[in-house]
Every structure is written in structure tokens, then in C-alpha cells.
């Protein structure tokens, strides 16, 4: 009952600026009581080419879609040299010899808040520019 309750309210609404409405609405309970006992059969899926799945077509497909490396990303651009008092910045060559655990740990040491996953070039992207702000405000 619920459910016919917000059927009619639904069309109700949509149909308001029109003529007919409470036609509409006896309308759309019968077809409701008619297609309550019936079932919807699923429809038959006949593969039109079975090379295309056997050997191999939807493998060289999927292959053919280019994809986005984290690799062809650009280096950001390298900080500044440190000062005297700043041994303990990275470089970008040194940072893309850590791992993403070491790397999202350095990072969460400089903004001092907990970081989640996130690709490597991201979090050395990141480390830079906390490092660049960091030698600024010094």
C-alpha cells in the first residue's frame, strides 16, 4: 500500500499542471495490479563474436585504451637549495628511491596530521611544496 501511496504521489505531482489527473492515477493502479503476479524474464544474450572473446580480441582492446602512467607525470619543479640550518630536506632523487610508506610518513611529519594512501608522485609533489613553505616562512 505504501508503495502505490508514493507511486501516486510521484505521478500526481508530475502530472499536477495537467488535465486528466485522477484518470492518470486509476490508470497506473491498474497496470500496477496487472503486473503484480507477473515475473520479467531475463533476455537472451547471444555473443555475436566468439573470436572476439576466445582469442584474445577483448585483451588486445583493453590494451589499445591508453592509460595515464604515474611515470609520464613531469617532475615538479626542485626546491630551492637548503640553507645552512636545513640538512634534513629532500631532494627529489632521494625521494623517489623511498617508498610510499617512508614517503607518506616524512609527510605526515612535516604537516603534522596522519596521511592516507596516495601515489607516489602525489606525496613527493607534496613533501616539495611543504618544504618550499616551510624554508619561506624562515
Given at each position: 500500500?505504501?508503495?502505490?501511496?508514493?507511486?501516486?504521489?510521484?505521478?500526481?505531482?508530475?502530472?499536477?499542471?495537467?488535465?486528466?489527473?485522477?484518470?492518470?492515477?486509476?490508470?497506473?493502479?491498474?497496470?500496477?495490479?496487472?503486473?503484480?503476479?507477473?515475473?520479467?524474464?531475463?533476455?537472451?544474450?547471444?555473443?555475436?563474436?566468439?573470436?572476439?572473446?576466445?582469442?584474445?580480441?577483448?585483451?588486445?582492446?583493453?590494451r589499445s585504451v591508453k592509460r595515464k602512467a604515474v611515470e609520464d607525470l613531469p617532475p615538479p619543479p626542485l626546491p630551492s637549495p637548503p640553507t645552512a640550518g636545513e640538512t634534513?630536506?629532500?631532494?627529489?632523487?632521494?625521494?623517489?628511491?623511498?617508498?610510499?610508506?617512508?614517503?607518506?610518513?616524512?609527510?605526515?611529519?612535516?604537516?603534522?596530521?596522519?596521511?592516507?594512501?596516495?601515489?607516489?608522485?602525489?606525496?613527493?609533489?607534496?613533501?616539495?611544496?611543504?618544504?618550499?613553505?616551510?624554508?619561506?616562512?624562515?
Amino acid at each position: 500500500m505504501e508503495k502505490k501511496n508514493d507511486d501516486f504521489r510521484r505521478f500526481f505531482h508530475s502530472k499536477i499542471n495537467k488535465w486528466d489527473t485522477c484518470k492518470d492515477l486509476l490508470v497506473v493502479e491498474k497496470r500496477l495490479e496487472k503486473l503484480e503476479n507477473t515475473k520479467r524474464t531475463p533476455r537472451k544474450y547471444v555473443k555475436k563474436s566468439e573470436a572476439f572473446w576466445c582469442n584474445g580480441g577483448k585483451q588486445a582492446v583493453a590494451r589499445s585504451v591508453k592509460r595515464k602512467a604515474v611515470e609520464d607525470l613531469p617532475p615538479p619543479p626542485l626546491p630551492s637549495p637548503p640553507t645552512a640550518g636545513e640538512t634534513e630536506l629532500l631532494n627529489y632523487e632521494t625521494m623517489m628511491a623511498m617508498t610510499v610508506t617512508t614517503l607518506a610518513k616524512k609527510l605526515s611529519e612535516l604537516q603534522g596530521k596522519k596521511i592516507g594512501k596516495r601515489p607516489k608522485a602525489q606525496l613527493i609533489q607534496q613533501i616539495l611544496k611543504e618544504q618550499e613553505r616551510r624554508t619561506r616562512q624562515q
